[in-house]
């Protein structure tokens, strides 16, 4: 078992230390705060990744990323606050994306919030989900997310299906 932390110590670890994404697909830069049900994350939009159009733009599709990891970070949080570590998990679909832009202009700088509004005991979660830079509102979704006891296993599911 981990060491439990405390929310404080909890937000100030490293993004790479919370969340398994590496590389170019890790889009957060790290959590400014975090909740029983709630989280935000902040992000960077960067003009020379691999999403970046010819403008240095990221297509506001990408938001629905920002949105898992985010959604990510949560999971993994609650686990490491009670001293343990988050089981994997996958991104089942979105409600309702709404982007209220195209896309985040290169250089950005991107809060991601996000607020549990359901948990179940088979691992099925929800959340509604907001993408904000600034003061104006980009993007906005209910996320569904599942987290399967067996993660192999719905894999493996998965693909003989």
């Not at 890790?26 to 990744?49: C, I, K, M, P, Q």
């Not at 599709?61 to 089981?87: F, N, P, S």
């Not at 399967?148 to 296993?153: G, V």
Request: glycine residues 10%; contains cysteine.
């Amino acid at each position: 078992m981990i060491q439990a932390l405390s929310t404080q110590d909890l937000v100030q670890q490293p993004i790479e230390a919370i969340i398994p994404h590496r590389g170019t697909m890790l889009l957060l830069d790290g959590v400014n705060t975090f909740g029983e049900d709630t989280v935000s994350a902040r992000a960077t939009v960067r003009a020379d990744a691999w999403y970046a159009d010819a403008a240095g733009a990221m297509p506001a599709w990408i938001g629905i990323e920002l949105m898992a990891q985010t959604i990510a970070a949560h999971v993994a949080l609650l686990a490491m606050r009670g001293g343990g570590r988050a089981r994997p998990g996958v991104l089942l679909g979105s409600r309702s994306f709404r982007a209220l832009q195209p896309s985040f202009a290169g250089g950005a700088q991107l809060l991601i919030q996000a607020t549990e509004l359901l948990r179940s005991e088979e691992g099925h979660g929800a959340y509604e989900c907001t993408i904000h830079h600034g003061e104006v509102c980009c993007a906005e979704a209910v996320i569904k997310v599942f987290q399967p006891r067996d993660f192999q296993s719905f894999i493996e599911g998965s693909f003989s299906s």
